[in-house]
């Protein structure tokens, strides 16, 4: 490994959504490929990070898995002035200026962030970079060398200012694993339902999961298995249950509009064969997730997994007041009823199941409903053999949210463990989402109304309502 004052430095060029996911999802696949890294910046809002590495190939191997991240730059020269990003690049050492040898075609991007520029501002703008001493001839089809030039005018699309608070240059050296969203959007997905989940978020989840080549994934509320496509598309071997028989097997009705009927094989192994993932799938079942069916003794890779929030339906499981035997001859043809499943109880069932069934240092990634006003992190759900390694929120509306859980098995439990600790937050969720005059400092959200608003104005990933069963 290069000595580490030979490493470089790196600049992530974000996408401007799914903001308070990015740190963590860029830190799993950092953790998960063991890539050797010093952070130089890392802020939580600005859409880039700056990191310094031993190699291109770690570069690369980011790229791999990231989608928060547009794509990664050897970066040469970064300031606050254009006038001292100037002074860098035209004192630049030999290792960057060997790019500039008359062989290599280049062209130049120019990429402007909260501020929209003509073509002809872009040409002066490159053009100010016109004493590099490139030899090569420009290309913009095939070039054998991508120079990048960030500017970043700030986040408030209402006060842009008038120069940019920060100016980057380098060279481009890979684009990043986001290019392969697009390819499982639902607006094309051969199976959906109403609970589909964003492609973009699956495949976060499924990083945050740290799922490779060969993992044993399952999603214990699979649904229409959104998160099952994410984690066979990084090379998860996977397998879900549902309670609801009907979803699992996509004999729903059509939630597009104007389909009347859903077509042959439209449902979870539909969409892997389309995908071309079908030799990672193992199988769902109809199940109930209070009352795990997995032998005691198989331990998952992964879980990841979007349990119903109790929104537009209520939870239940299997499950009945009152307890009366049922008679032998009845019991092939018996259909279980179902009671209630409050969200405390999932997630008890859920944390429980994680710390029996995953691998020592497997992880549970999960999203939880969260009353914004009430929120505090010492009461998210916890489990003495789960640890908590990330917590990101994706707003729904004005008071709620729902955050992603990521936590990793830190201890096998002595015997089969049931030790989750749940909170009263929890189990109060969907009572407060429907009477939010209950809501502690109910009717103080207009800061907060106020921003989701300018937020939601610039596309910035809010929420709709959950799409829940
Ligand atoms: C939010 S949806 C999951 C959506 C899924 N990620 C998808 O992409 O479609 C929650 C799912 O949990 C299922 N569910 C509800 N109660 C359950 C239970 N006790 N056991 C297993 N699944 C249950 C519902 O039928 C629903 O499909």
New binding site residues.
């Given amino acids: 490994m290069a000595a580490r004052n030979m490493w470089k430095s790196y600049l992530l060029w974000c996408a401007n959504e799914h903001v308070s996911f990015r740190i963590p999802e860029v830190e799993s696949v950092l953790a998960m490929y063991k890539i050797p890294h010093t952070w130089i910046e890392k802020p939580e809002e600005n859409p880039w990070m700056l990191i310094s590495m031993p190699s291109e190939d770690c570069a690369v191997k980011l790229m791999k898995r990231c989608v928060t991240v547009r794509s990664i730059i050897e970066l040469w020269a970064q300031s606050t002035t254009k006038e001292h990003l100037d002074d860098q690049l035209k004192t630049l050492p030999a290792e960057f200026t060997s790019y500039f040898k008359k062989e290599n075609k280049f062209k130049v991007v120019v990429d402007i962030f909260n501020k929209v520029i003509s073509q002809e501002e872009k040409i002066q703008k490159i053009e100010s970079f016109s004493y590099l001493p490139i030899l090569g001839s420009a290309n913009l089809k095939n070039p054998d060398v991508t120079y990048y030039y960030y500017e970043f005018f700030g986040l408030d699309a209402g006060r842009i200012p008038e120069n940019p608070f920060n100016y980057f240059f380098g060279r481009w050296i890979s684009d990043s694993e986001r290019t392969a969203v697009a390819k499982y959007s639902l607006k094309t997905r051969h199976f959906?339902?109403n609970?589909?989940?964003d492609p973009q978020l699956?495949m976060i989840m499924a990083n945050l999961a740290q799922i490779d080549n060969g993992h044993i994934v399952v999603?214990?509320?699979?649904?229409?298995?959104?998160?099952l496509v994410a984690a066979a598309h990084f090379g998860g071997y996977v397998c879900g249950?549902?309670?609801?028989y009907l979803?699992?097997h996509g004999r729903m009705k059509p939630t597009r509009a104007h389909q009347k009927k859903r077509q042959p094989n439209e449902d979870i192994k539909g969409n892997l064969k389309t995908y071309n993932l079908f030799s990672r799938y193992l199988d769902v079942f109809v199940?109930?997730?209070?009352t795990p069916v997995w032998r005691s003794n198989f331990r998952f890779d992964s879980i990841i997994?979007?349990?119903?929030?109790g929104i537009r339906e209520s939870?239940?499981?299997?499950g009945s007041k009152k307890i009366a035997p049922i008679p032998d001859e009845m019991l092939s043809t018996h259909f279980p009823s179902k009671t209630q499943?409050g969200l405390g109880d999932?997630y008890k069932d859920l944390l429980n199941f994680a710390a029996n069934s995953l691998k020592l240092h497997g992880r549970l990634v999960f999203?939880i409903p969260i009353i914004r006003m009430e929120y505090d992190p010492d009461l998210l759900p916890e489990h003495p053999c789960l640890e908590t390694i990330a917590n990101s929120e994706q707003i729904l509306n004005l008071h709620s949210s729902r955050r992603l859980i990521t936590m990793q098995k830190i201890m096998e439990p002595k015997e089969a463990e049931d030790s989750a600790i749940i909170h009263n937050l929890q189990y109060t969720f969907r009572h407060k989402f429907f009477n939010t005059s209950e809501i502690k400092g109910h009717g103080k959200e207009d800061e907060s109304a106020r921003n989701l608003t300018k937020r939601s104005k610039r596309g910035n990933g809010i929420a709709k309502l959950?799409?829940?069963?």
Avoid: E, N, Q, R
Wanted: proline share 10%.
């Fill in positions: 959906i339902g609970t589909s989940m699956s999603d214990p509320f699979v649904g229409t298995g959104s998160l249950t549902d309670i609801d979803t699992i199940g109930d997730a209070s997994t979007d349990p119903p929030y939870t239940y499981k299997v499943y999932i999203w959950p799409c829940d069963k």
